[in-house]
């Protein structure tokens, strides 16, 4: 029996995705070769860069507009560390809503002085901060747009008088947002896009080369873009699912579609979560995640038959991290509004029990 997915990443691909993906590995194009045995610069390969890097622009209405997209490796973890490489030259802002803003900022202090605008710490990040200034004389400000660990999500972006810089690995492509708001996005494949390995990057090319410093070529956004994301050998085959999964979401009707989608997914699980006396939400009401609803037992003597339940029905990946505990459902693009509904079948049995 296939599982309902709800695990925070590696995420669920559609199902045409992963019996294309998986088509592939046997034999790509009719090549009598694996997907994984190609070269990286054959014509096939470079068909599929190609078609990817334009399909990320084209779904994010950046086309023509003085973006590139490349594909890279280290994850965003590895973005912290380049963002500030090739952007900061003495000060940035920072709005710190979680842990992996938390880890941004320890990169980024590497390279400058950094001013955090903004932080939810106090309340263990269960909302975004509000009403906070952003000051002048920044190179940019970094903002994670959602929070997959504790499950807060920026709804309102702001208006600054610089750069904006924002980590988008949690909900890359659910929303609709006016995308040419932001100099830089950047976001790992395996939240909402495809298999861990490779991280997407839109960035403006007018705001590069501006810093004084040396930057090493790898870590060069320069480099990556005069190389077409070619530089080093790309992660071949996380580019080319990414690739099928953005051409699935572009069939399917872009990021309008999919946002309806997850508007409903999102609206029937916190509906459950605040109507049943079992459950107590984690997030401030107004910065629920769309992506990732976490949630707590009433009462942890209820945990094993709960747990029981969500075994028997077939549901996975529901643990909270360790540093909320509860539990935490991931409602990816990929996720179904059936599953959603599964697991909030079985919540209301839950209550019935308790």
């Not at 590995?25 to 045995?37: K, M, R, T």
């Not at 002085?113 to 263990?124: A, M, P, Q, R, T």
């Not at 708001?181 to 790992?188: S, T």
């Not at 501006?210 to 080093?232: E, G, T």
Request: proline residues 3%; contains cysteine.
């Amino acid at each position: 029996m296939k599982k309902h997915n709800f695990s925070a990443g590696p995420c669920i691909l559609p199902q045409e995705v992963l019996q294309k993906a998986s088509e592939a590995i046997l034999d790509f194009n009719g090549l009598g070769l694996s997907l994984v045995e190609i070269s990286h610069r054959s014509k096939d390969f470079v068909a599929v860069m190609e078609k990817a890097q334009a399909l990320a622009l084209e779904l994010l209405g950046l086309e023509d507009q003085g973006y590139k997209a490349l594909f890279l490796h280290g994850g965003a973890s590895l973005e912290f560390l380049m963002v500030a490489y090739n952007l900061l030259e003495k000060k940035a802002g920072y709005l710190n809503t979680g842990t992996w803003s938390d880890k941004a900022i320890k990169e980024a202090k590497l390279f400058g002085e950094i001013v955090e605008v903004g932080s939810s710490k106090d309340e263990n990040f269960n909302y975004i901060p509000k009403g906070y200034i952003v000051p002048d004389g920044l190179d940019y400000l970094h903002l994670t747009s959602n929070n997959t660990i504790f499950g807060t999500q920026i709804k309102k972006f702001p208006k600054a008088n610089t750069s904006l810089v924002c980590d988008m690995s949690s909900d890359i492509f659910s929303r609709q947002l006016d995308f040419s708001q932001f100099d830089l996005i950047y976001a790992g494949a395996q939240k909402n896009m495809g298999p861990a390995g490779t991280t997407l990057v839109v960035v403006k090319e007018a705001i590069l080369g501006k810093v004084s410093r040396q930057i090493p070529s790898m870590l060069d956004y320069k480099v990556h873009i005069s190389k077409d994301s070619m530089f080093n050998t790309p992660a071949v085959f996380s580019v080319y699912v990414s690739m099928l999964t953005m051409e699935w979401l572009k069939n399917l009707g872009g990021i309008p579609e999919i946002e309806k989608i997850n508007e409903k997914k999102a609206q029937l699980l916190y509906s459950e979560i605040d109507l049943n006396p079992v459950f107590d939400g984690y997030a401030q009401k107004e910065d629920r995640s769309n992506m990732n609803a976490t949630f707590n037992l009433t009462d942890e003597d209820l945990k094993e038959t709960f747990d029981e339940l969500l075994k028997e029905a077939g549901i996975n990946g529901l643990n909270g991290h360790r540093s909320v505990g509860g539990y935490r459902a991931s409602m990816y693009n990929a996720l179904s509004l059936d599953s959603v509904g599964v697991l909030v079948d079985v919540m209301s049995e839950m209550e019935r029990k308790g």
